[in-house]
């Protein structure tokens, strides 16, 4: 790998968000930098809520930073500072990149949904037609059921305890992708092929199932966002039946290909 | 060389300035942190001037960004953001370091002329005495002139072609340090024994002496703040008459070395 350098002329990016010590995409991203031989670091950037609006103000105006990630809790108040927002952004109403373009404005776009289908398309699963099973409706939740509908799935079940979140989030989808069914569920149809967990069911050890599943065909796809050492129980579920899946991590590292790409066009 | 790392728990430094791709400190500060196995990083900040104060404010509000640098043209802007300056610059009213203690809140100091002592002394050249031709009474000459008047030079002959400017320095100076005799001067002393250059002359290709300078005793001492790769025509005189001399480069490592060591008392 590449070593990092930092000089007079190296360009900024930063992630945003409170607390910070546990992202990885200083990390991530600054070897992506060395490795394409791009004079550009990803820096942690601690930000306070009573200093946020002040902070980014600020950040955005250094005239050495060119993009900035946003992270918990930030995401929804980040799209504000955007002069223009990608599809799924202007959907959920929540960005996790930001670009500065030439003209000294600013671009803003969700990736959270991006590197999950990018996972699954890169194992060769078809998406089109899906019977989707989503559970959660939170920010992870919304990205992805949005970049789902518009990867072609058939239909879309949201299922969160926090009933008037996935009605919303059901009634955003509906109207944006018309040929997609959505509604909210309180459980797992009987039809569904593809079983989707973007809540936070299986953070923790000895977590289970997000709700319950049931069997699945072999051919039904799974996926999960957590990002733990050992396989998560929906996960091992999968594993079990002969499905294939995609895990936190793979969601993860499709998602900083396409933040990469976002960032490059600007460098153009 | 250590390799320089960034992950979420990188405390970063940064040095606010405009221009920024010709600063030295990201990769010398960098440098060290990586050197001394501290998790840290020095960044170039690129700060337009209308936008100064709101950016100075933001950054000092990081949670995570533990100290600041300032270069031109921030020197004396940077001064009112401490809560407290340290000595010279209080004096002189202009900070090139700051940064924040275990209480929040934030020091100031300017250790331009502290790397030029420290040069001086490295090389075992006696201060203490001195009668000194200083050429230069702007940001460099001022914190120059402070640290060698602390140190216990006899006098101080200021030579500026903005007279008003060498004035205002040697009032500050004598008032501050009644053991040294101070004053502004339209010519170098016959009895001067040591001759510094902190002004702008020099770093133009085919520039001459900063002034007549005349014939040196070989036990006299020379010192140049212009970092550059030949020797500077004054330098170049300390070499024939076989003086004792300090070279910008020299200056930066002892003012690295001062500012270093200032960082690392927060973080104890």
């Not at 010590?21 to 991530?28: A, D, F, L, N, Y």
Request: aromatic residues 6%; negative net charge; contains cysteine.
């Amino acid at each position: 790998m590449t070593d990092i350098r930092i000089d007079g002329a190296t360009r900024l990016y930063g992630i945003v968000g409170h607390p910070i010590g546990q992202v990885k995409s200083p990390e991530v991203f600054s070897d992506l930098f060395a490795a394409g031989e791009i004079n550009a670091v990803m820096l942690p950037l601690h930000v306070l809520p009573d200093r946020f609006d002040a902070a980014m103000a600020a950040l955005m105006g250094l005239a050495n930073l060119d993009g900035l990630l946003v992270t918990v809790p930030y995401k929804p108040q980040a799209a504000r500072f955007a002069d223009r927002l990608g599809p799924t952004a202007s959907r959920i109403a929540a960005v996790n990149a930001l670009r500065r373009e030439h003209d000294g404005t600013w671009s803003g776009d969700m990736f959270d949904g991006v590197g999950f289908v990018r996972a699954f398309e890169r194992k060769g699963c078809e998406l089109r037609g899906r019977r989707v099973a989503l559970f959660g409706a939170g920010g992870a939740g919304s990205a992805i059921g949005c970049e789902l509908a518009a990867a072609g799935v058939a239909s879309l079940a949201i299922i969160d305890p926090r009933t008037e979140r996935a009605a919303a989030l059901a009634d955003t989808l509906r109207r944006a992708f018309t040929g997609c069914r959505v509604g909210a569920a309180d459980a797992v149809p009987h039809n569904a092929d593809m079983i989707v967990n973007a809540s936070t069911v299986g953070m923790r050890d000895g977590d289970g199932l997000p709700g319950e599943v049931g069997e699945l065909a072999s051919d039904a796809l799974v996926g999960d966002v957590i990002v733990s050492e050992e396989p998560t129980a929906l996960i091992r579920h999968a594993i079990r039946h002969g499905c294939r899946y995609v895990i936190g991590r793979e969601m993860i590292a499709g998602q900083a290909e396409a933040i990469m790409s976002f960032f490059a066009v600007a460098r153009r």
